[in-house]
């Protein structure tokens, strides 16, 4: 199942809302629940064989339902909002904490789903509870590694909405976020465009071994703590400025003099980088955000 939790800070509870039907659910601890082709799910085995690993995590490890129950019986937690597709899970959950008014479920597509509209709503129906300033959400996710780079496009302009998110991702799309270096293959508009809107950190790795059905690649833990619109780096227009950057990336190799003359001459473009101390010959994998930012404010006409 793929699950986005939005936490909040400690608030007074809203209303529940509760958009799945609610079978009857006998679930036992442990229990996995009957899906067809599984997705990966996080366990300890230690590299212990894979019947010995189903064995352990029957016996021990608590499955999504309970893993939730215990997360949303700990203290000091506060409204929850779980969205995800697998009806099963949202059926079972939405019944068990029927009663509750501390967590929201929604059987959505993540991607396609309108999460502002729903977040919005969400944080205005505890506004009138809640007089502090401190109410950004955070969203705790592992997500389909290959819808990957359409969450990270859709989550970090939200500063407004969310204060940090934080992922699980394929271990080499975690590293091409966060640690690509200019002059390198990995380094893309993605990389300027999360760092525009976040201050990345890569956390941690974890292996294959822990998931079962095991996969072919590694993951890692990455958090995107957001900015403010205030924060952003200053340009005209974002609309522009990501307009540029992509027209550069298209033809990666070629000198930004090139690529960019749809935008203004060859000329200015040469005069504009000189300007902040960069040579007439420059290509888009060579410039920092900062330095799109100074080229951008340079040359675009609004």
Known sequence: MTTAHFSLHPLPPPRVILKAPLPAHNSTNGARRRIINPPCMVCSNGGQSQSQSQSQSQSQSPDDYHATLKALNSKGRTPRKSLGQDPHMA????????????????????VKCHIRSHMMSFLGSIKSLNHSKSRYAKVVSNIPFNISTDVVKLLLPMGDIFSEVVLLL???????????????????????????YSDPEYKLKV??????????VDAAVVTF???QAAEYPQVSSIKSFFSMVNSAFNGKRKMLRRSLQHICT???IEQALGRFGLPATSRPEELTLDDFVKLHNLIAKE
């Open 91 to 110: 059926a079972i959950v939405s019944e068990r904490f029927a009663s509750s008014d501390r967590l929201k479920v929604l059987k959505e597509d993540f």
């Open 170 to 196: 394929q271990e080499e799309t975690a590293v091409r976020l966060v640690e690509s270096s200019l002059r390198t293959s990995e380094y893309r508009p993605i990389n300027i465009f999360v760092n525009f």
């Open 207 to 216: 292996p294959r071994t822990y998931f079962f059905p095991q996969p072919n």
């Open 225 to 227: 703590k957001l900015k």
């Open 266 to 268: 060859s000329l200015e």
